[in-house]
C-alpha cells in the first residue's frame, strides 16, 4: 500500500520518482503491469496540466480578452 501511495502522489506532483526512491523502494516502473503504467501515465499527465493550468492563470495575456 505505501508503495502504490508514493508512487500515486510522485506521479500526481512534479517530484517524479525521487520521492519513491528516497522512501527506499525500488523504482522499477517496468515491473508494473500495463494498467498500472496507465494509471500511472494519467496520473502524470493530470499533474502537469494542473501546473501549467495555474500558469496560464497568472499569464497577463489571458486576462487581455
Do not use: K, Q
Not at 508512487?7 to 528516497?22: D, E, F, K, Q, R
Not at 517496468?30 to 496507465?38: F, I
Not at 500558469?55 to 487581455?64: A, G
Amino acid at each position: 500500500f505505501g508503495h502504490a501511495l508514493l508512487l500515486s502522489i510522485s506521479a500526481l506532483s512534479n517530484c517524479g520518482p525521487v520521492l519513491v526512491h528516497a522512501a527506499g523502494y525500488a523504482t522499477d516502473l517496468s515491473a508494473l503491469n500495463d494498467t498500472a503504467r496507465v494509471m500511472i501515465t494519467i496520473g502524470m499527465l493530470v499533474g502537469r496540466l494542473e501546473v501549467f493550468t495555474v500558469l496560464m492563470l497568472i499569464t497577463p495575456m489571458f486576462w487581455e480578452r
